[in-house]
Structure formats: C-alpha cells, structure tokens
C-alpha cells in the first residue's frame, strides 16, 4: 500500500503520470475510479481549497467524502507516543486512525507545524502517525510540505512555458505580518529540482534557508538533472532571466519560538523591498509569476502583476482538483492491485 505524503518520495516519471492524468481529468472531469469508495479528509486547521477541492474531486470521481475537524466537530487528537493524556486531546491517533481505515478506504490529512519547536515539527507528528496506523493510502493536505499544491503549480507552469529543463525559477520569499509555515516553499523547490529547472532562492536573510532535509533533496535532484540550487539576497540577481516568479512567505527556522526577534529581523533585512512589483517582473526573461493563495496584495504582489496574464495564481488553484483526483484515482488503484 502506497501514501501520497511528500513528492520526495515519487520519480519525476510518477509526478509526471500524475500530471498527465490530471489533464484528463481536466478534459473529462467525471468518472467512476471512486465508485464505491470512502473518503476522510481529516483537516486539522482551517482551509478554503484544500477542502473544495478534495470534496468536488471525490464527487467527480464517484466517491463520497466525510470531512472530520478534531477539536471542532470531532474529538481533539493527540499523535505523540508515550503522552500522558490530560490535556485537550480525548483521543490518540493509535485508536482513531485505525478505526476510520476501517470506515474509509483513504484518509486525507492536513496539520500545520506548531511554530514553537522546528526539530518537533521536522518530525511532522500528526502525518507520520496517521500513516503508521492506517491500513489504507494517506494523503497529505498540507502538513510541513504540500506536494498537492506543487502538483498544481507544476501543471500551470507545464501548460503555459512547456519544457522546464534548464529553465530559470525564482523562489522569492515575499512578505506578510506574521510568520508562516514552510510548507510551501519546501515544495515548491522540490518539484522545481526535481523538474530539471535551475533554481534560486530569493531570501533577505540567510536565516530564512529551508531545512536542510529539503535543501540537500532539491540539491540531490538538481545534480541529477545537471543544474543548480543558489539562494541570495540580491534580488536583481534573483529575478534576472528569471522564467518562472514563485512568490511564498515562511518564518525563519532559527527563530522558531521567539516571533518578536524575527520581526525585527525583517525590519532590519528591508523585507518590504520583497514584494513583487513590475520593476522586478520587468528585470525576467518575460517570466510568469504564481502563488499558492490565500495572497495579499500589495504586501506580496503588487495590484499591476497580479492583475497581469502573467499571473498564474488562479489557473494553478483551479489545477488542485486536477490533480487530487490524478492522486486520489491512483492511489485507489494500487490499493486495489
């Protein structure tokens, strides 16, 4: 039995699978490859596309889906082993995961990072329990990475560039007024290595380097495909050439815990000069730019690119039901064989 919990651990050809499935989903968006089947999706913290998404697809694919919120609809869950329960959680994920993979046939997960600890939330607790325990494929709906988001972004880029290898793609860490989780970003510069692009990441600080456990897998795919991970704070280097603009906010892993310093860390860095405007987008080789959503503009993209054709942030959120159900319809299959 096969998880979907972090592209790491599918080739480029499986990703690329996937993505060709998810065009014909797009082409043809109903089919029975969920006829009969069950699905919990398991969302621990709020969501607007993650759950539409994953809601329509299991519909378009025949299948039906029960959304679970512990500590909102459903009983608080605790995931660590070896906890003294007198907390908030009621129940522990040794009892709960089994028994909804004896309801459902496939259980979507989403649980963000606590922010206090990174080496606790390296360990992406809530997942790697629900994948211990279930006894039918997971899915990861965002946890300390997103690969179904990545999907959607490498569809939209794949649609409107067409061939990735050795193309220039900027990871720019962009504003926001609070600290936000790496999910993305660690994504993000995973399927951009992985996709034969030459990445860099655009930081104002070394502080904001991803952890190392993402930063030496995109290293690994890029000498594989023969190109080349660089992160600067130069952002005319950065966006210089550049094909592809990804935009992404993220905390600085050094200063989990301790917000208050890492404010003044980005006051001091300038981080404001980071949102993207049309001085920058004017310095790329007629580049795209994207981001994940939720945006706010003019703190992370300006009003003139958002509002551009090159603004690929809309078409990208409409490809996560694309993909979903590619990822859904093929895990159902495996779990069948």
């Known amino acids: 039995m096969r998880h979907f919990l ?45 759950r539409s ?28 082993d070896g906890v003294v329960m007198d907390g908030d959680a009621e129940e522990h994920a040794r009892e709960v995961v089994p028994i909804l993979s004896r309801y459902f046939d496939m259980i979507g997960v989403r649980s963000f990072p606590k922010f206090k600890i990174w080496s606790d939330d390296l360990t992406d607790p809530v997942l790697s329990a629900f994948a211990k325990y279930a006894s039918v494929p997971v899915i990861n709906m965002e946890t300390i990475v997103h690969p179904c988001q990545e999907l959607a972004m490498m569809m939209a880029l ?25 999910a993305v970003a660690n994504s993000a510069l995973l399927m951009a290595a992985k996709f034969g692009f030459d990445v860099t990441i655009a930081v104002p600080d070394e502080a904001y380097r991803l952890d190392e456990r993402f930063m030496s897998a995109a290293q690994e795919s890029a000498a594989a495909n023969g190109r080349s991970i660089t992160m600067t704070t130069d952002l005319d280097a950065a966006y210089d050439g550049a094909n592809v603009v990804y935009a992404k906010s993220w905390g600085a892993i050094p200063y989990f815990g301790r917000w208050d310093e890492e404010a003044a860390l980005r006051e001091k860095a300038g981080a404001a000069r980071f949102m993207i405007d049309e001085e920058k ?33 809309v078409a990208e959120a409409e490809n996560r039901l694309h993909v979903q159900k590619a990822v859904m319809a093929r895990l159902a299959v495996e779990a069948r064989s």
């Open 281 to 313: 987008m004017a310095r790329t080789d007629n580049g795209v730019v994207s981001h994940c959503l939720p945006m706010r503009r003019n703190v992370k993209i300006a009003d003139a690119v958002a509002d551009s054709d090159r603004f690929l942030g």
């Open 53 to 80: 998404s994953f809601q329509v697809g299991a519909h378009q694919l025949g299948g039906h889906s029960v959304v679970l919120e512990p500590g909102g609809s459903s009983w608080p869950i605790e995931a660590r």
């Open 158 to 182: 794949q649609d409107r560039i067409g061939e990735t290898d050795g193309r220039k793609f900027t990871l720019s860490w962009v504003p926001h007024p609070r600290p936000l989780n790496t």
């Open 6 to 50: 972090t592209t790491e651990d599918w080739t480029r050809e499986e990703l690329q699978a996937l993505l060709d499935a998810a065009r014909v989903f797009r082409a043809d968006p109903f089919s029975d490859a969920l006829a009969r089947r069950s699905l919990a999706f398991v969302f621990f913290n709020p969501s607007m596309r993650t």
